[in-house]
Structures are given as structure tokens and as C-alpha cells.
């Protein structure tokens, strides 16, 4: 677990930072910092809820992030009858 107050420093450098879209207007941080992978959480350890790409970046300002992107998964593979499930994940650099 990652929180924001712990990261919104000059002194931290995060690797990698994964913004997920999830629901309509419902983004999730993903930070790689100090060899740890995790979500960014709120006070009560549940996943940070943001509404904006733009929010995600905001909230971490203050740190020097190496690689960002936003990654969003297609509901459309669910359709009934379709073929096999696959990975139809897109990932942008942000």
C-alpha cells in the first residue's frame, strides 16, 4: 500500500505510475516506488478513488515520476456468444 502523503514529495522518485480507468469517471492509482507495486489508499486503506486522469497528477505533483500511462479495459469481449476472453487492455503513455 502506497499512500499520497508519503509520496507527494520532491525527495521521491516513483518508476512507474498506472492510472486505471475503471468505471465511468472512477480512476485507480498503481505507483512503482522503492521496489514495491501497489495502489494508492486512502485513510481507511481502501483504493484512492480519483475522477480525473488529471486529479491522479494533480495529487502527485510534487513527485518526479519516470513513466505514467492510463490503462482501460474493454467491456466488449463480454458479449454472449463471443469468442474466448483475451487480454484487450489498452495502455497509453500519459
Do not use: C
Not at 501497489?38 to 485513510?43: I, M, Q, T
Amino acid at each position: 500500500m502506497h499512500r499520497l502523503e508519503h509520496l507527494n514529495r520532491q525527495d521521491v522518485v516513483i518508476n512507474e505510475l498506472v492510472i486505471y480507468s475503471v468505471e465511468m469517471g472512477i480512476y485507480l492509482a498503481q505507483v512503482d516506488y522503492d521496489d514495491r507495486v501497489a495502489f494508492l489508499v486512502d485513510a481507511e486503506n481502501r483504493p484512492q478513488r480519483f475522477l480525473s486522469v488529471e486529479q491522479v497528477k494533480q495529487s502527485l505533483a510534487d513527485a518526479t515520476i519516470k513513466k505514467a500511462w492510463l490503462q482501460h479495459q474493454s467491456a466488449y469481449d463480454e458479449m454472449i456468444g463471443g469468442p474466448e476472453k483475451v487480454d484487450n487492455s489498452l495502455r497509453i503513455p500519459v
